[in-house]
């Protein structure tokens, strides 16, 4: 085993390339003298023209930015104008368009889960409100007010709110309430109260 492992360890030096031998490569031989002088003239016009290229180009610069002096353009009306573009653009693309259009329809399939649950919700009161319980609680309140519109000295069938006998009774009391009246309102309100955590 140490025999193959001294076998590969074993290398051969390598052979250096003389560079004298590269240097006299020469790319020239393929190109003939007469090729030489036409790359040479083509090469020449073309940096003229280059030249003359960047000279035009200096001078349209010059008169653009002159011309934007005088119509009042500056760089903050410059981005302006080009971001008014390119929100135009971005409108435009499909992209936006479909988001929007998702978007929308999101929204409606939001405002008819709202209205939904506020179906729901007046549909429950409703059934509430038939309950017996809460009738129990209204008939409670009826004869609390009747009570309460006897002891002030309004007659029943008058039809008074209940915030109409509350104040009249406030009054009555205000003027000297004997305490069974006072007994009798704070029953009431105990009662308003016990129903109120229903």
């Not at 135009?88 to 988001?99: D, I, L, R």
Request: proline content about 3%; aromatic content about 6%.
């Amino acid at each position: 085993m140490e025999a193959r492992q001294q076998g590969l360890l074993e290398t051969q030096p390598l052979q250096e390339v003389d560079e004298d031998m590269v240097a006299e490569v020469d790319l020239s031989n393929s190109v003939s003298d007469e090729e030489r002088e036409e790359m040479q003239v083509e090469l020449d016009k073309l940096e003229e023209e280059i030249s003359t290229l960047r000279q035009v180009l200096a001078a349209k610069e010059k008169h653009h930015a002159e011309l934007k002096q005088k119509l009042g353009v500056n760089p903050l009306s410059e981005f302006r104008h080009n971001f008014n573009k390119s929100w135009h653009e971005m409108q435009t693309s499909t992209a936006y368009k479909k988001t929007q259009e998702t978007l929308s329809t999101a929204g409606q399939k939001a405002s008819a889960a709202f209205s939904n649950v506020g179906t729901a919700i007046s549909r429950k009161f409703g059934d509430m409100r038939n309950s017996p319980s809460f009738k129990s609680f209204e008939e409670k309140v009826e004869s609390t007010v009747s009570t309460l519109k006897s002891k002030v000295g309004v007659p029943s069938n008058s039809g008074g709110s209940f915030e109409e006998v509350l104040s009249s009774t406030a009054h009555a009391s205000a003027q000297d309430t004997p305490a069974s009246a006072t007994r009798l309102i704070e029953s009431s309100e105990q009662q308003c109260q016990n129903t109120d955590s229903f």
